[in-house]
Structures are given as C-alpha cells and as structure tokens.
C-alpha cells in the first residue's frame, strides 16, 4: 500500500480562471500549457496503513501546516472512495524548487498525489482517469499528468465525464521551446486561485467576454502549436495573460497579484520583440508577480541578460518542456 511518483509543473498559455462547477472543478473555459522541466518537479510518497490514526503530510521535509494537510486528506477521501479502503495514509512529499521561490505550485503537487495515493490504494487508473482524479486537488494538476503541450478540456456535461486534459504534442517536438522564469517575489499569494477566480466570476464585467476571446485564441493556439509556429503563439500568449489579469483587476474587491517588477518585465519583453521586428519572446503571468517568459533557446541568453539586468528581478530559471507523471 505504498507508491512514489513524480510530476512537473507547468505553464499556461490559454488560462483556466473560472469554474462552471466548485465541487467537481470543472472550469468555464478549456486551457493549454506546456508541462516543464524537472527543475519546477514534485516527489510524493504515499503510504497507506490501518494503524494511522489520522492522514500526515511531510512537506519539504517539515511537518506542514493544518491547512495543507486537511486539503491533501479531502483528496485522499475521494481515492479512498474511490478504491472502497479506509486506512489512512503518510504522504512525504518534496520539490526540487525551494517553497519559497514563489512558485510553489499546486499542479505538480496534486499531479504526483494523484498518481502515487491512487496507485498505492490498488487502482490502476489510465492518464485520462488520472488527470480527472487530479483536477480534484487543483484544476491545473489535471494538466500535469501528461508532458509537451497538454489542452485541458472544460467539457458540457455537468458530471464531468468530458472534462479532462489530453496531449496536444509531445515532450520532444518542441525542443528549442524555453520557459525564462524571472522570480521577482518570493511572498505567499494572499488570495488563492479557487477563491480569486469565483470573486471574478461573480464580480467582473469583462469575465464574459474573456471567455468568448478565449475560444478563439484556442484554436489558434492549437494550430501554432501543431506546426510549432511561435511567431503565431507568441501574441497569443500575451493577450491571454493581459485578458486574465484585466478580469482580475476588474473584480471587486480588486485581484492585484502583478506588481511593478511585473510590468517592467512586460515593456521590456515588448521592447525586445520590437528591436527584433518579431515576436523573440511571450510574457505569461499566473496568479502572482512572477514572469514566465516563452521563447526559443536561440533568444534565450539574451532575454536572460536584459532579465537579469532589471532592477526587482531576484533569481532567473530557465526550464524546456518535460515530461509527464511518472512512477519511481
Ligand atoms: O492551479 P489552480 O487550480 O489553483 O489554478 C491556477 C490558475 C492559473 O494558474 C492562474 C492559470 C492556469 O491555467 O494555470
């Protein structure tokens, strides 16, 4: 009754911000990323044992706080469920990123839970049922289990048995792909995503008509991608991050998770496709300050030159496109 896997995180370039179900998280909008490196990676070890008396999580080598493990224990109820077993369970779990770089993801996180609390309760669940199951801990996870570019399907159906992530390409078709991470911020976010993107559901004006643009900017994502056009992409990406952030920006109370450092990035990113008279680089932004900066390896010295000359930049990462979920 012990499995260990392991998952990397990954990034959006069509974003997930909205939820047509809470419960199920099922989201308004399909999204696409590329899953990352094994720089941005999580290792969980779960372990299942009737003598526990309660769930324990180890995070990075500490006890973790009571909220992090009561979130970690409402998953592992639905893979108890799931697999008809009560034991509680031990889960150890590591990231080769510190916490505190202020990209401590959820994604890699629920991926690599998923696949080792699933595997060690005695299911065998395929990808696509894998991706589901970890859609439950965070939206984003469900991404994570698969590697290359990987599209999230919102799906109709309301008991979310069309909603789930799927391939788009694999790992190795994008080779010269770069994600130039410039971490500008190392503090906790103060308001989660779950809890952002329901205030802007409710609250904003342009969420309705960030999705109908959404829909759009996924077909010609999808083709960029299959002919691996990154002139094409590269706009794309930009917008989607600006649309998401206006969405955000327009909910009341107001959702600021961009700061100066972050706009700075964004002129600077402008600047450079200018000077090159095409689109070098994509600016990105999730729900923080942080830049996630798409490029192709061949501009990558130089965007991580001009990165790391402006003021508010603290630490450069420069990840390609990794693989999927995997057992160790
Ligand atoms: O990972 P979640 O379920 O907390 O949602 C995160 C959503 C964004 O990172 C802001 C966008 C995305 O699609 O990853």
């Known amino acids: 009754m012990r499995a260990t896997a392991s998952a990397n995180s990954n990034i959006a370039i069509i974003k997930y911000w909205g939820q047509r179900d809470e419960k ?10 590329f899953t990352m490196d094994g720089q941005l ?25 009571d909220n992090e493990t009561a979130r970690v224990s409402a998953f592992l109820d639905l893979v108890r469920k799931k697999a008809g077993i009560t034991a509680r ?4 779990s590591s990231n080769t990123f510190p916490k505190s770089a202020g990209l401590a993801s959820s994604a890699s996180g629920f991926a690599a839970l998923a696949a080792a609390a699933s595997k060690a309760a005695g299911l065998d669940l395929g990808q696509k049922e894998l991706s589901m199951l970890a859609r439950r801990g965070s939206g984003s996870a469900s991404r994570s289990i698969f590697g290359g570019c990987v599209e999230w399907r919102a799906g109709k159906k309301k008991d979310g048995t069309d ?3 799927e391939q ?6 994008w080779r010269d792909l770069r994600n130039v991470i410039a971490i500008s911020s190392m503090d906790e976010k103060k308001v989660g995503s779950a809890a952002g993107m329901k205030v802007s559901a409710k609250t904003s004006s342009l969420f309705a008509a960030r999705l109908g643009a959404v829909e759009k900017r996924l077909a010609l994502v999808r083709r960029a991608v ?3 056009d990154f002139e094409a992409m590269a706009p794309v990406i930009m917008q989607e991050s600006d649309s998401m952030h206006a969405v955000m920006l327009d909910s009341w109370p107001p959702i600021v998770y961009l700061n100066e450092t972050s706009f700075r990035i964004m002129r600077l990113v402008r600047e450079l496709n200018e000077s090159h008279g095409k689109y070098a680089a994509a600016y990105t932004f999730d729900a923080g300050p942080n830049a996630h900066v798409y490029t192709i ?14 003021s508010g930049v603290m630490k450069i990462m420069e990840c390609g496109i990794g693989e999927g979920v995997r057992f160790v």
Not at 26 to 33: F, G, H, M, V
């Open 226 to 228: 299959r002919e691996r």
């Open 168 to 173: 788009l390409s694999p790992p190795g078709k």
């Open 41 to 65: 990676s999580t290792k969980t070890t779960v372990e299942f044992d009737r003598l526990l008396a309660k769930d324990g999580l180890v995070l990075d080598g500490a006890p973790a706080k």
């Open 163 to 165: 909603c789930y992530a």
């Open 297 to 310: 390896a061949r501009y990558a010295p130089e965007i991580r030159k001009a990165l790391a000359e402006l």
């Open 24 to 33: 199920l998280v099922l989201p308004s909008n399909s999204s696409i990323s």
């Open 89 to 92: 369970a031990k889960v150890v």
